[in-house]
């Protein structure tokens, strides 16, 4: 996705990046080739053909920080493909709305890492483990997760962000991750189906209240089932996302699309 991606540089939105799509020019190496491109300047065309050999350097050295710099915040899904094996999945758990941090779980696509208040929930050993990776996917971390572990910590993690919950709303599914799953026929375990984020504020106090290790193990299990099914919403809607914007030849206003039919082709798949 990112070598065929033109949105990032100066002057280049959505409109023209498909514009230049259109024109037969669909990944950098086409671009730099190209002796002109319609609609940019000579001057323009070698300003951006600066930037695109500097990002093939970057992309060399796997940095992905750069590109979270210079490319607009909704769009850094298109370095999943790229970043997919040094991404971790990320959600929280709290002691309310907003309130502070009961749990965290942390997702590599192999090994859940979880971290307890009161055992080793620790902003340190967080955010060593957070700079391993080079991509974070959440689903809402972009208006919970993330604001919430800045105030609880002050720690902001600076690798490329994907919110799934905002990629999920731009391919026609709305709501939240329980019935995002339903809509994928993803099934969670029985002991935590019908468990919501409410409920999860329950468990906690339950066993702040008991100090039965029975509701305690069922919230981790509950936030490890949060995180390790990111991988497979991630794997299903970016590329669907992917396609629609690398297809669309109508050019709907702004991300709109046919919701209903791509939803229907989802619960298909």
Same mark, same amino acid.
């Given at each position: 996705?990112i @070598? ?14 498909h514009?230049?799509? /259109?024109?037969?020019? !669909? ?9 002109k ?9 070698q ?8 990002? @093939?350097?970057?992309? /060399? ?7 979270? *710099? ?7 899904? $298109? ?12 959600? +929280?758990?709290? #002691? ?23 055992v ?10 957070? *700079? ?12 919970? #997760? ?10 902001? &993690?600076? %690798?490329p !962000? +994907?919110?799934?919950? @905002? ?6 599914l709305?709501g ?9 026929? +993803? ?5 935590l ?23 305690? #193990? ?5 936030n ?14 970016? &590329?669907?996302?992917?396609k629609?914007? $690398?297809?669309?030849?109508?050019? %709907?206003k702004?991300?709109? +699309? #046919?919701?209903?039919?791509? $939803?229907? @082709?989802?619960?298909?798949?």
């Open positions: 996705m @070598h065929n991606t033109f949105c990032f540089l100066p002057g280049i939105g959505m409109q023209r990046e514009k230049i799509w /259109q024109s037969g020019i !669909h990944e950098w190496n086409q671009f730099l080739d190209a002796k491109i319609q609609g940019l300047s000579a001057a323009r065309k300003t951006h053909d600066s930037l695109l050999r500097h990002a @093939h350097a970057q992309l /060399q050295e796997d940095n992905a920080q750069w590109f979270a *710099s210079i490319m607009p915040q909704n769009q850094h899904w $298109r370095l999943y493909d790229k970043f997919k094996q040094d991404a971790c999945f990320l959600d +929280i758990e709290t #002691d309310g709305y907003y309130g502070s941090i009961t749990v965290i779980g942390v997702y590599d696509g192999t090994e859940a890492h979880t971290f307890v208040r009161g080793n929930l620790d902003k340190e050993l967080l955010g060593n483990l957070l *700079s391993q990776y080079k991509l974070m996917l959440t689903f809402n971390g972009s208006s919970f #997760d993330l604001p919430v572990i800045q105030r609880y910590f002050n720690l902001k &993690p600076t %690798m !962000h +994907i919110d799934l919950r @905002h990629v999920c709303s731009k391919i026609g709305t939240g991750l329980k019935k995002i799953e339903g809509d994928l026929g +993803i099934q969670r375990p029985e002991e189906q019908g468990i919501t984020g409410m409920e999860a504020v329950q468990l906690w106090q339950d066993f702040k209240r008991t100090q039965d290790q029975n509701y305690l #193990d069922l919230l981790v299990k509950y490890t089932e949060d995180i390790v099914n990111l991988p497979r919403i991630a794997e299903t809607v970016i &590329p669907q996302l992917w629609h914007v $690398r297809n669309d030849e109508q050019q %709907m702004g991300d709109e +699309i #046919d919701r209903q039919s791509l $939803r229907e @082709h989802l619960k298909k798949k």
